[in-house]
Each structure stands twice: as C-alpha cells, then as structure tokens.
C-alpha cells in the first residue's frame, strides 16, 4: 500500500458507536401530536431524501416529516421542536472511546483528517460542540452538498477541500451507504470498521458485499497507516 497524506472517516457508526434512536425521539413526536412508530417509519423511508436536503431546512423538513405521520402542527410548535430534534440526535452519539486520540496520533503523523458523513440538518449543528471537531481538517455533509455516498461528488469535495488526490486517501467507514464502494470507486482505499457494537447499528443501505480490509477498532487505523509510511521510508512522529 502507499503511504498515505489523509484519512478520510464516516461520522455515524465510525468515529461513534453505534447509534439507535433513543427515547427523546418518541418525547419529540408525542409533542407534535404524532405516534413515534408513524415518525420512525417516516424517517426511515426518507433517509436518503432528507441527508439530501430535499425537503429545505431544519424547520421545513420537521414539518414535512411530521404531516407525513399524520400531524398538522402549528409553525410555533415545530419552531420550537428543531433544537429538539438536535438534541435527540445529539443524545444517541457516543465517540468511540479512541476516536480523539487516533485523530490526534494521524494529525502528528501529518496526515490529513477529513469527515464525510451522510446526514441531515442536525449534525451540522451539534458536531462544532464535540472533541472531534478541531481534530477534523475538512467537514463534508451531504444535507449541504445536495448528495450523498456513495456519489462521487461526495469524496471528491473531501479531497479538494484537503489538497489531496483520491489516491493518496484512506477512507474507513462501517460500510452503510455502499460508502466503501463509493470511495473505492474513485480511488481512495477503504477499509471497513467492524466493531464488535456494530451489530445493533441503525444503518442504510449497508455494503455487504465489501471483501476489502476491515479492522475492528479505529486504533489499527494507526498501526496502519505506521506500516505503510515505514515502507515509504518516513520517520514516524511519537
């Protein structure tokens, strides 16, 4: 393998643990006089549509969500629910326990930090708050580029907002969104994180044909990265 000048991470089931929907969900819906199960299965077929931003902003996508389960909200009401909606899904992420010092240890090793992630209006507005954010040299989110993985458009904005080719790339991810195709696909070189809690992860379209490398901790990512820049020829920094 090359030695590479970035690696290139998803956010939702990678830097964090796996992620479901916790109870704050079901409080929002409830306060905007829908069933839970009406929201979820809403949210769940629109997915893709949504990480897109199809549907407008923050507020205007609330709504659209919630008249599609059968509610009909006053403009206050859904106002006052999007710091809600970030909340909830601020309380379903967990970073990964080595997810702050695998960054810092690839950042000391001068490589390139960059985060891709399929997602909607709520990350954007949480993510400057957590530890990562700093560690990260470019943030690309698919609710604010208009596509999402595994489409071109989506890697090659990490890269040109890194300085990078494809090629000088790792990308890691848990595989949803055929991520790890996607970015194979335009030549970066992925590698599929398989932790152990990823077995109760809320994904879409999942890349379950992926027959690349897979670690199980975001820690081999250094080690990784160490060996090829050995073979390179480059001094490691401690």
């Not at 964090?16 to 929907?21: K, M, P």
């Not at 080595?98 to 507005?125: M, Q």
């Not at 040299?137 to 494809?166: F, T």
């Not at 379209?205 to 199980?216: C, E, K, L, P, S």
Request: charged share 20%.
């Amino acid at each position: 393998m090359p030695a590479y000048g970035a690696v290139v991470f998803d956010f939702f089931g990678t830097l964090t643990r796996s992620v479901q929907r916790g109870p704050q969900h079901a409080e929002l819906a409830r306060s905007l006089g829908v069933e839970p199960e009406a929201v979820r299965g809403v949210l769940d077929r629109t997915f893709r549509a949504r990480a897109r931003g199809r549907y407008g902003s923050a507020e205007a996508t609330l709504r659209w969500v919630i008249e599609q389960a059968g509610g009909r909200p006053q403009a206050s009401q859904v106002r006052a629910a999007v710091p809600a909606r970030v909340n909830a899904l601020r309380a379903d992420t967990r970073l990964r326990s080595d997810a702050v010092s695998v960054l810092t240890a690839l950042r000391r090793r001068g490589l390139a930090t960059a985060l891709i992630s399929d997602c909607t209006h709520e990350l954007p507005a949480f993510l400057p708050s957590l530890p990562v954010a700093p560690l990260l040299d470019a943030k690309i989110y698919s609710v604010r580029l208009g596509v999402c993985k595994p489409d071109p458009k989506i890697y090659l904005a990490a890269c040109a907002e890194l300085g990078v080719q494809p090629r000088e790339c790792l990308y890691v991810g848990d595989g949803g969104s055929h991520e790890l195709s996607g970015a194979a696909a335009v030549g970066m070189t992925p590698v599929r994180l398989a932790a152990p809690d990823l077995a109760n992860h809320l994904v879409f379209d999942a890349d379950t044909n992926f027959a690349g490398r897979t670690v199980r901790s975001l820690t081999e990512i250094v080690g990784l990265v160490d060996r090829t820049l050995v073979t390179a020829g480059h001094r490691i920094a401690g």
